[in-house]
Structures are given as C-alpha cells and as structure tokens.
C-alpha cells in the first residue's frame, strides 16, 4: 500500500508527538508492506526541520515550501479542497496529525490523537492548541475510517468521549528508543529527575515541592512551555531541552525519576527511565497505568507529602526493564498496518 503521512508537527523542535511520528515512521518502514511518503506544506525553515528528523527513514518526501505554511494549512483543511492527491500523489492511505485535515479522493482515512486533554481541561492547554485540536476531534469522529490511539486509555476516552466505533479505534503504543538502555555513560550527582514541556498539565511545582521536602537536587529535561511554568528554586536544575544521549545519561544517573503529570495519553518518559534502569514515581492518575504497569511507585500527583514519601520508597526493579522490552517502534508500525489493512 501506500502510505501518506503528515509530517507537520516535525517542522518545529520535536517533543513527545514528533518523537511518535518520527518512531512510528522508522516501524511502518521497518515492517514493510508499504511505500511511505513524508507529506506536509512547510516553510522553508520548517522544511529543514522536517528533514533532519527524517534522516535515515527509507521514505519519500513530499514537503512543498510555503510561505505563511501553519495559516495555508489551516485554510486548506477548512475550506475542504483540493484534495492531497493533487500534492502527495494517488495513495491508499491518508494518515494526518492534528496540524492538518485536508480532503482526500480515495482511499483509507486515518488520524492519530494522543490524548483529549483540550477537551476535558482547556486551561491546562494552550488557545492555540485548544483550537487546532478542537477542529480536529470532530473531523476525525465523523470522518475518519481508522483512529489510531496511543493506549487503550485513550483509544477508551475517544470511544466515549467522541462517540467514535471502538472497532474503528486501534492502538499503537509509542516505542523506546535503542539509546534508553542500562548500558552508557551516566550523568555524575545525586540528584532527582523530571522530563516534560514545562507547562501546567505535567505538574512541575510538586515535584519541585517534593524534592525540596527530602533536600535533595531536581535536574529538569523539558523545553520551555506556557502558563508561567518555571523551573526555578532551591535545589532545582532547569537543563532545558537535550539530546538523546545526553537524556540517557541523565535518567542513568539519577536516584529516581519523578513523573507527576495530571494526564497523559501515555507517558513515554516512565518507559524510557525504565529502560535505562531507573526507578520511576509515577502519578496514580489511570492515564499512565499502562505506562506504568506494577512496577512504577505510584503518588497522587496532587499530593507533594505523597510523591515525597514514594520517592523514597522507589528502588531499582529489574521488572522495569522487561516492562520496557514491551514498547518498540517495529511494533508500533506494524499495528499501523495492520489496521489499515483490517
């Protein structure tokens, strides 16, 4: 079959959805059974963009320069035309993020949501990102042939949520990088660790509060968000955003990871840590249950005595090691493929 694929989320620094698209892509390739084409109208910078993160997927890359690209995209998806055939070539599979819904002739229509945070809790969101996701839930609950889910958290709350079929729902679970491993260099201090977009949803403060309780060091991987979120106090290290390598080095290193966010349409941090060895406090929210499995150390996120007290419970499990051989990106494509083909 082939397969086209709206890379426009990767045109700006990758976070945890351009992480998914770029993994998804390198397990639809790898699995094989479809020729893959990298679509989206970018700008000539976001181009750039696109194409760093794609580098070494077999794939081809259809990525038209535009000027004023985010507002294009947004009037193409609304005015209803002309269809991505026109610009992608003929295709058997349409596959869009949320930055995009353009029309399209013929063939499979599918969408990916990672969570329904802009709809249960606007004010943890972005205007912008309550915009462009809201346009887009109701697109892909009326139109959409195939929704893909990142957990059955959420393949669960879009059923309910959006009114969607669940047998049109189908889940492919993130994948771990091979780079999140025991083996490496590690980051030197005894120290805590958080990674997110420093943003309100993730839950900052009360890691922040809770490693202040137990006077110990918080290291912060995350880039810069919205909403006043800052990475600031006593003992408390904002590194920003790192590479791959340096993050492993980071999760490695330190005594415990610390992930209290509210929600999640998984939680792809919790796994990486696991992967590296780490031991992982994790919020009792259900939306990371299944990142989490029985071997995170689970706190109310909105209790700092609670994360405090499960940090110091936390200890090194080798069960989270085989919990993480679980998630790999070959079997993340090869659900996108077989529920295309179902």
């Not at 029309?103 to 969570?115: E, K, N």
């Not at 120290?191 to 890691?207: C, D, H, I, Q, S």
């Not at 840590?273 to 996120?301: F, I, K, N, Q, Y």
Request: charged residues 20%.
């Amino acid at each position: 079959m082939r397969v086209v694929v709206d890379v426009a989320p990767l045109s700006h620094p990758r976070t945890g959805v351009g992480n998914y698209i770029r993994g998804s892509l390198q397990g639809i390739v790898a699995a094989g059974g479809a020729d893959v084409v990298a679509f989206a109208p970018a700008s000539a910078s976001g181009r750039q963009m696109i194409e760093a993160s794609l580098w070494g997927i077999d794939l081809e890359e259809r990525l038209p320069v535009l000027p004023a690209a985010h507002a294009v995209r947004t009037a193409w998806s609304r005015l209803g035309g002309p269809p991505v055939e026109r610009f992608a070539g003929p295709l058997d599979v349409f596959h869009f993020s949320d930055w995009m819904y353009p029309p399209q002739r013929a063939g499979i229509r599918s969408t990916m949501i990672h969570d329904l945070v802009p709809l249960h809790f606007p004010d943890w969101v972005h205007r912008r990102t309550r915009r462009m996701h809201g346009a887009k839930y109701l697109h892909a609950a009326e139109a959409c042939d195939v929704v893909i889910a990142n957990s059955e958290f959420t393949a669960d709350d879009v059923a309910a949520t959006l009114g969607v079929d669940r047998g049109r729902i189908h889940v492919a679970y993130p994948g771990v990088d091979p780079v999140f491993t025991p083996d490496g260099p590690r980051a030197e201090g005894d120290y805590l660790l958080a990674v997110g977009t420093l943003e309100p949803r993730k839950n900052l403060a009360n890691a922040i509060a809770a490693a202040q309780k137990l006077g110990m060091e918080l290291r912060v991987v995350g880039a810069r968000g919205w909403g006043g979120v800052e990475a600031e106090g006593s003992g408390v290290t904002w590194l920003g955003p790192r590479p791959d390598d340096e993050l492993a080095a980071l999760y490695r290193g330190a005594r415990v990871f610390v992930y209290p966010s509210r929600f999640e349409g998984f939680g792809i941090p919790v796994v990486e840590a696991m992967a590296c060895g780490t031991p992982v406090v994790a919020s009792s929210h259900p939306s990371l249950d299944e990142a989490a499995g029985d071997v995170a150390v689970r706190a109310d996120p909105d209790d700092p005595d609670a994360i405090a007290t499960a940090i110091e419970q936390a200890g090194r499990d080798d069960r989270g090691l085989e919990h993480a051989r679980r998630f790999t990106w070959l079997a993340n494509g090869q659900a996108h493929l077989a529920a295309w083909s179902r």
